[in-house]
Structure formats: structure tokens, C-alpha cells
């Protein structure tokens, strides 16, 4: 039975959290450093607030520019993706979903822009970013990964070790205090009153991902940089890995890969794979551990 | 050409057998959950393939090592009523490479309603959208 009201619950970077600690209530000192550091990374890097790093260079010109040192190890690993992808993941996509109306506004109406998006280019070397023009930039879900890995090393740090945490969906879980794994169900992409199957989580994470939650105006929130158009073909791809960042990476990643490189993109990322296909079949990594309703 | 021609179909049927008896048995318990089930009454809307798995398989061809995707079609009662050879992985050096590591299955999953479940402790899924996201749509929705 699902254990609703259950966990510490809040709002951060644009979705619905829960922390749940098997052994004891989530002390307030726990708490307040969680939403501390959600808050401040939202604040830090999302698109959407135009004083965040994500949005810096909105305006800039071609050159270098120092950046953080966390938005430098973030971007590091979105360029591994990008070159993973044959460059079809890109963070630098984040102008391309404005001009589709995905905005700070969300005015979710195509702008008469969008036909002539250019994907701006960029490196990251250590902390110093090159570009080649204005660039924006959406982490997206490897963002979040990210972020609930951090969540995790929060409660690690304060002495819990018997906890779940779970960001929008995507979730990073140790086991239960006895050594048991957490038990997940995993929603079918677009079919919210249905899963697919379920994991038993012990000392991974889990990443889910569709194309249905950001939908608007034909377009949804998942993009194909050169084509300026949102993706075909894949409705949702589900990935566990050791981290949660890992998992979201893996999500990200074969979002835009071909089936026959899947295992490799994942093998990459130490992920196991769901790839749920617009006709209605599924590609399930050989190794993949749960139960699915076949 | 043609010698060689039928040698690699002969090899690729060969390996078609194979890749079913492979499949089969790996898939013994499910094939048995998926017979009960019917046993069971479970009624199934495509009177022919319900699901399919598929797997890769690498075979020295005249020319040199190919490899082949089998996509083997099981009925509702888990019988094997198809079996496909294609020759999908054939591409560019990259994608090629990047092929031997593909095993991947392939298979229609039903699913089965949330509220069925027990013991559920959380639902992985996707990111709900923001309230401005929402707000925004139904916003567009009513200028409609």
C-alpha cells in the first residue's frame, strides 16, 4: 500500500520533493539544510530567474568567461553527454525551448525566431567557459540528478544512513534499516494511473523521464537542437545507476541515441534501462533488474 | 555470389533456431506466468504477437564477422509464433562498434494499474509541471 503523507515534503526547483528516513522523523537541522541547498541551487541555475548563472551569458559576447565551480562541474559532465550523443544532448538547448515559448514568462507560443535558432557553441576547461555568442543554458534533468545526490550527501553528513529521496520522481534511495530495498513502481510515460513495472531500490538511483508532462503547442520539453523540433519515436526512458545523477545522465542520454548504441551509452553510465518507443514496445537493457507487467 | 549468398541465409537460419531455443529458455518462467495467465482466462486484444523480445547475435559470415537482430514475436500464451531476422546493425564504423554491446530486449509491456499494487513505497516518474506550467496551458487552452 502506498504510504501516502508519509516523509519530509517541499517545493524546489520547480517540483515536489520528499525525503523519507526509515528510523526516525528528519531532524529540523536536516531540513533546513535540504531547502537551503535546493533553494540556492535553483537560484544559482535555473533558467527561469534571470540572475542565475544558467542565464549569464544570455546576453554575452563570444569569449571566455570564469564560471563556479559547480556550474563548471555540471557543465564538465553535460559536455561527456554531448559527446556521448554525437552532440544531440546540449544544455546549450535552453535558448531553443524560449524561442518554443518554454520561457520564464510561460508564454508556451512559438516565437517567430525559433525557425532560425542557432545552437550556440561551447567548452568548458576547468572553470573558464568559451562560447561563441549569446548561449542559455537548461540542466534539466541531469540538474536534478545532481541535486538529489547533493540532498543525499547532506543526510550522509548529519549522520543518517537509512533513507530515500525523491525529486519530481527521480529518486535516490540507501536501503531500510533492516537491509532491505525500498520498493518503486515506475509510471508508464504518459499514463499516470499505470505502471509498468517495479524496482527494489537499495543504494541507487532511479531516473524517469517522458515527453507528455511538458507538452504545449506541439512541442514538448525534450528537443533536437538541429532539427529545432522536439524529438520522435521515444515516449519515456526509465534508468537506474548508482547515483541519481547518474541515472538522469543515462535518461538524457538515450533520449538521443539510436537502439543499437543503447547499451553502450548506458554501459557509459553504469545505467540499466527502460526505452519505451512510440510504437508501443519497450527496449529493456539485458541486465535489468525488477518486475515488469508484460 | 549466390553460393555465398545461400550459405549465409542457411547460417542465418541456423542461428534463428538458436536464438529461439536461446530465447525460450531464458524466458521459460515468463513463458509459464504467461500460459497460466491465459489458463487463467486473460483475454488478449491482438489475436497473434502479444510481445516481442529480440536479441543480437554476432556469426562469421564469408565476408568477415556480421551480426544479426532476431525479433522473436511470442503469442498470448507465450508460444513463438514469429521470428524476424534483420540486418539493423549494419551502419556507420561508429554505430557498428557501439553494436557489440547491444543486447537489449525488446518486449510490450501492459502494465497494471497503480492502485493494484501493494507495498509501494514511492512512484518513480517523471517530473510534475510547475503550477505556472499548468497555469499557462489552461490559460492558452480557454483562448482556443
Redesign the interface.
Known amino acids: 500500500?502506498?504510504?501516502k503523507g508519509e516523509g519530509f515534503t517541499f517545493t524546489g526547483i520547480?517540483?515536489?520533493w520528499?525525503v523519507?528516513t526509515d528510523g526516525g522523523e528528519l531532524r529540523q537541522d536536516a531540513r533546513t539544510g535540504i531547502t537551503d541547498y535546493i533553494r540556492v541551487f535553483n537560484e544559482r541555475f535555473s533558467r527561469f530567474l534571470p540572475d542565475s548563472e544558467a542565464c549569464a551569458f544570455r546576453k554575452a559576447e563570444a569569449g571566455e568567461y570564469p564560471v563556479s565551480e559547480e556550474f563548471a562541474v555540471l557543465l564538465e559532465r553535460a559536455g561527456g553527454l554531448r559527446r556521448l550523443t554525437?552532440g544531440l544532448y546540449d544544455p546549450a538547448v535552453g535558448g531553443l525551448l524560449e524561442e518554443a515559448g518554454y520561457d520564464a514568462a510561460?508564454?508556451?507560443?512559438p516565437r517567430p525566431g525559433v525557425e532560425e535558432f542557432r545552437l550556440p557553441k561551447w567548452e568548458i576547461r576547468g572553470q573558464v567557459l568559451t562560447i561563441d555568442g549569446p548561449a542559455v543554458f537548461d540542466l534539466g534533468?541531469m540538474g536534478?540528478g545532481y541535486c538529489i545526490d547533493r540532498v543525499a550527501d547532506i543526510l550522509e553528513t548529519l549522520g543518517y544512513t537509512h533513507y530515500?529521496v525523491?525529486?519530481?520522481?527521480?529518486?535516490y534511495a540507501t536501503t531500510k534499516r533492516g537491509g532491505e530495498p525500498?520498493?518503486?513502481?515506475?509510471?508508464?510515460?504518459g499514463?499516470l494511473?499505470?505502471?509498468?513495472?517495479?524496482?527494489e531500490l537499495a543504494d541507487q538511483g532511479?531516473?524517469?523521464?517522458?515527453t507528455?508532462?511538458?507538452q504545449?503547442?506541439g512541442w514538448h520539453h525534450i528537443v533536437h537542437p538541429f532539427l529545432r523540433a522536439p524529438i520522435e519515436g521515444v515516449l519515456?526512458v526509465?534508468a537506474l545507476a548508482p547515483t541519481a545523477w547518474d541515472a538522469d545522465c543515462a535518461t538524457s542520454a538515450l533520449f538521443f541515441s539510436?537502439?543499437?548504441?543503447?547499451?553502450?551509452?548506458a554501459?557509459s553510465l553504469h545505467a540499466r534501462y527502460?526505452v519505451?518507443r512510440a510504437d508501443?514496445?519497450?527496449?529493456?537493457?539485458?541486465d535489468w533488474e525488477g518486475e515488469?507487467?508484460? | 555470389m549466390n553460393m555465398l549468398k545461400s550459405r549465409r541465409n542457411l547460417i542465418i537460419a541456423i542461428l534463428a533456431v538458436a536464438a529461439a531455443v536461446l530465447l525460450a529458455y531464458k524466458y521459460v518462467p515468463a513463458l509459464l506466468q504467461a500460459r497460466n495467465d491465459a489458463a487463467q482466462g486473460v483475454t488478449d486484444t491482438d489475436p497473434v504477437v502479444s510481445r516481442e523480445v529480440s536479441t543480437v547475435a554476432t556469426y562469421e559470415a564469408p565476408g568477415g564477422t556480421d551480426k544479426v537482430r532476431f525479433t522473436i514475436g511470442l503469442d498470448a500464451g507465450g508460444r513463438v509464433v514469429s521470428v524476424k531476422a534483420s540486418d539493423a546493425l549494419k551502419g556507420d564504423e561508429v554505430s557498428e562498434n557501439l553494436a557489440t554491446f547491444s543486447t537489449g530486449l525488446l518486449v510490450v509491456i501492459r502494465g497494471k494499474k497503480l492502485s493494484e499494487l501493494t507495498a509501494v513505497d514511492r512512484v518513480g516518474k517523471s517530473s510534475l509541471t510547475t503550477a505556472a506550467f499548468n497555469a499557462s496551458i489552461l490559460d492558452l487552452q480557454k483562448q482556443l
Request: aromatic share 12%.
Open positions: 500500500m502506498m504510504k520547480g517540483t515536489d520528499c523519507l554525437n510561460y508564454s508556451m507560443a534533468g536534478k530515500l525523491d525529486g519530481g520522481g527521480d529518486i525500498w520498493h518503486i513502481a515506475l509510471e508508464y510515460p499514463k494511473d499505470t505502471a509498468a513495472g517495479t524496482v532511479l531516473a524517469v523521464s517522458d507528455f508532462r511538458r504545449w503547442g519515456g526509465a539510436d537502439t543499437q548504441e543503447y547499451a553502450a551509452v554501459k527502460l519505451f508501443g514496445r519497450t527496449e529493456i537493457s539485458t515488469l507487467f508484460v
